[in-house]
């Protein structure tokens, strides 16, 4: 059974750091799309950034709200990504899901529509305080 854990939230003052954990188990491709996705109260859940694994290449990518702040990475040998949120404000405040695309047809990368993962994690509150 596939099965993704977050983990790494909390409460921060504006400016300051978090990393979330995404622990993917139940698979053993190293062949898989990880998403971050937020939503924040009233809104609907948007992607926040995206590592893609295929044969070997990586690519990732970061919404404009995020870029130069946030860090996607990778621990293949645990099955596990990391978020690293720098210099974090009000407006990040959401609850973070990731979600795993282990079906992607090959060629395929990040971006990818909610619609196009397979399998999602319970979520993780970050809280920002201002």
């Known amino acids: 059974e596939v099965q993704l854990v977050e983990s790494g939230g909390g409460l921060v003052q504006a400016g300051g750091s978090l990393r979330l954990s995404c622990a993917a188990s139940?698979?053993?491709?190293?062949?898989?799309?990880i998403g971050w996705f937020r939503q924040a109260p009233g809104k609907e859940r948007e992607g926040v950034s995206c590592f893609h694994s295929e044969d070997g290449t990586i690519t990732t990518y970061y919404a404009d709200s995020v870029k130069g702040r946030f860090t996607i990475s990778s621990d293949n040998a645990k099955k596990t990504v990391y978020l690293q949120m720098n210099s974090l404000k009000p407006e990040d405040t959401a609850v973070y899901y990731c979600?795993?695309?282990?079906?992607?047809?090959?060629?395929?990368?990040?971006?990818?529509?909610?619609?196009?993962?397979?399998?999602w994690g319970q979520g993780t509150q970050v809280t920002v305080s201002s």
């Open positions: 979600a795993v695309d282990l079906y992607y047809v090959y060629g395929s990368t990040c971006p990818k529509a909610r619609s196009e993962y397979d399998y």
């Open positions: 139940g698979f053993k491709t190293n062949d898989y799309t």
